[in-house]
């Protein structure tokens, strides 16, 4: 401990007066004060004083009790009861009392450089520790008003595919423009509130010089803050411009296939639910993994080492408590003590931990790669049916959704462990590169360092194409049955031979459903910032109080993209299997009345551009 003035500073030189009744930072500027006790003392303390000399000196430990809380009362708070302030630097030489060195209790002299990283490194953990407590009292608070906001993003995202049946062209239109105003009124409140701030004391200090702070609300105060918003929009805006300016006519072909797509869906609506049923499985998944993962992290044993003041040779051997008293080690050194120094353990099994997490890790990956599977080949084969049925809907099964899932099941078990496994250990050796560039940060190699660099991104792309891959492989799993090799292969090739119709296609329905999915994200998110920060004058006394308003906002827009995924992801499976079913038509029929097109004429229609006899195509839907 030590000091540098008459008075304890804050963090940021904010001079403090002890509170008893403190409860958190007090804001005077955007700047938030230490969270460490803060008293005024009339004289700095010259000595120096560690826990074990406070324990073996009664003396230094009274004299330091002027520097201490009212309600510090004994060494068992150290550090909690006692303002830390940071030690001065005159010269450049970091001192506490005119000093350089201190004694640790030991018997050693160390550096007071030591000292200070020790604290800082203990006030990161105080803060940490504080800021973890702060958003938990915020979710008590609010957990109720976000499973709201999370059922109003289920009943948007829901309105939305259902009217999406019925207009899709005017539905995308819609959610195009809709998307561009969401943005553009983003732009417009980011330029609003940095122009609000100009003038203003502390809003021209830089992200740089603040550092990280747990209170986020503190960065809203600054205008570089709301300029670096401000510009990824309008980066946002300008991208999603140029590509519907450079698109437009692909999106027209899009929209024809999202309106086969809607047509499907119509036909299979118990598909907008079969998400829940992977989210539930996945949830099984994530559950057995962490159990195990807890599992294997308690199953430590506590070990105890010998600790002796003098020279000792037993001095850091493993020793058990309750045979100790009784051992040649306390005859040979009487004031040697048996303590707990960690949880591990000596034997096999805890040798070895760090593999079986890793083999936990990798169960996992292989685990939920196959619920995701098992989703994928059922959906597929629902909408392949639609696809296939000669005149539809008659021809099509009473339940295709649950025939499809029974198929998968019972035929198609095997071919998608074989395909999730192949995509498991992709990953885990992903995840094995980020556990050795993790440990090798402090490695000077730059050759290393580059190598394992490119070696995790080749394998991110082999883990992208391996799904997309994969993805096209269940499709055929499910139209033809057969194995995963064969599917896999007939799918790549299928898809290289329709190259074009693939990235005009493909890429342009992800971008629309991306659209989408940030229109509702948008709108949600919008919506819970105006009611958290009680700017909606109508419920304004409603919304709880909160210590980060945006805990719950995070949450809400989290949660409402995941469940406008699971919507979408259903359209995007549908598209892609009627993609695959129409290259497949295109390959094996050509039209005629012998070999008839199974496609709808409206499909035929702005796919083929035209080309088929409309006899032709009237004569395949019967």
């Known amino acids: 401990m030590g000091g540098h003035g008459d008075s304890y500073y804050g963090k940021h030189g904010t001079p403090q007066k002890y509170d008893p009744t403190f409860k958190g930072p007090i804001y005077d500027s955007p700047l938030p004060v230490s969270p460490s006790p803060q008293i005024c003392v009339s004289k700095c303390p010259d000595r120096y004083l560690t826990y074990l000399t406070a324990v073996g000196s009664p003396a230094s430990l009274e004299y330091y009790r002027n520097f201490c809380t009212p309600e510090y009362k004994g060494t068992q708070k150290v550090g909690l009861g006692c303002p830390q302030p940071e030690p001065p630097a005159k010269k450049g030489v970091i001192m506490v009392g005119n000093k350089t060195t201190y004694e640790d209790g030991w018997g050693n002299h160390r550096n007071v450089t030591e000292l200070l990283e020790g604290a800082k490194k203990a006030n990161v953990v105080l803060e940490t520790r504080q800021l973890a407590m702060k958003i938990f009292e915020d979710y008590t608070v609010s957990w109720y008003w976000i499973i709201i906001g999370l059922v109003i993003a289920m009943v948007a995202s829901l309105i939305f595919i259902v009217l999406l049946r019925f207009l899709a062209g005017v539905m995308v239109w819609v959610m195009i423009v809709m998307v561009i105003l969401v943005l553009g009124y983003g732009i417009f409140h980011c330029y609003m509130e940095y122009a609000k701030l100009k003038g203003e004391a502390g809003s021209d200090m830089s992200l740089t010089d603040l550092g990280f702070q747990t209170d986020l609300r503190v960065y809203l105060h600054l205008r570089q803050t709301w300029l670096a918003f401000l510009i990824i929009l309008c980066v946002l805006e300008l991208l999603i411009v140029l590509l519907l300016i450079f698109l437009r006519k692909r ?278 910032f105006f009611f958290f920060t009680q700017r909606i004058k109508l419920v304004q006394d409603t919304a709880p109080p909160l210590n980060y308003y945006w805990v719950p906002i995070l949450t809400v827009i989290v949660g409402s993209y995941l469940i406008a995924h699971g919507f979408f992801s259903v359209y995007g499976m549908c598209v892609d299997t009627l993609f695959l079913c129409f290259c497949e038509d295109l390959e094996r029929n050509d039209g005629s009345p012998e070999r008839p097109y199974y496609m709808s004429p409206e499909l035929s229609e702005i796919l083929l551009k035209g080309h088929l006899e409309p006899s032709k195509s009237a004569d395949s839907q019967g």
Request: glycine letters at 4%; proline letters at 3%; hydrophobic letters at 55%.
């Open 251 to 528: 999106i027209l072909i899009a929209i024809a296939l999202i309106k086969e797509a809607s047509r499907a869906v119509g036909h299979v609506m118990s598909s907008l639910l079969f998400p829940l049923c992977t989210f539930f499985l996945l949830c099984l998944c994530i559950a057995y993994w962490a159990s195990t993962a807890v599992f294997l992290s308690t199953s430590n044993e506590a070990v105890y080492k010998v600790f002796n003041e003098s020279a000792c040779p037993f001095a850091g051997q493993t020793c058990r408590p309750e045979t100790f008293n009784t051992s040649n080690v306390t005859k040979l050194c009487p004031d040697a003590q048996c303590l707990f120094a960690f949880y591990g353990g000596e034997t096999a099994y805890h040798r070895y931990l760090v593999v079986l997490q890793f083999f936990n890790v990798f169960m996992f990956f292989w685990l939920a790669n196959f619920v995701i599977a098992l989703g994928q080949v059922t959906l597929a084969g629902a909408f392949a049916s639609y696809y296939w049925a000669f005149k539809k809907p008659d021809d099509m099964p009473a339940f295709p959704l649950f025939s499809a899932f029974g198929r998968a099941l019972r035929y198609h078990t095997g071919s998608l462990a074989f395909g999730s496994l192949i995509l498991a250990i992709v990953q885990v050796i992903r995840v094995i590169l980020e556990y050795l560039d993790h440990r090798l940060k402090a490695a000077e190699n730059k050759f290393a360092k580059f190598l394992l660099s490119c070696l995790k991104c080749c394998f991110w792309c082999l883990e992208k194409f391996l799904k997309f891959l994969n993805r096209n492989a269940y499709i055929m799993i499910a139209i033809y049955g057969t194995n995963f090799c064969t599917s896999a292969r007939n799918a790549f090739f299928l898809l290289m031979r329709n190259i074009i119709r693939v990235a005009v296609l493909d890429k342009v329905t992800d971008f629309l459903f991306f659209l989408g999915k940030l229109l509702i994200v948008g709108s949600v998110g919008i919506l819970a």
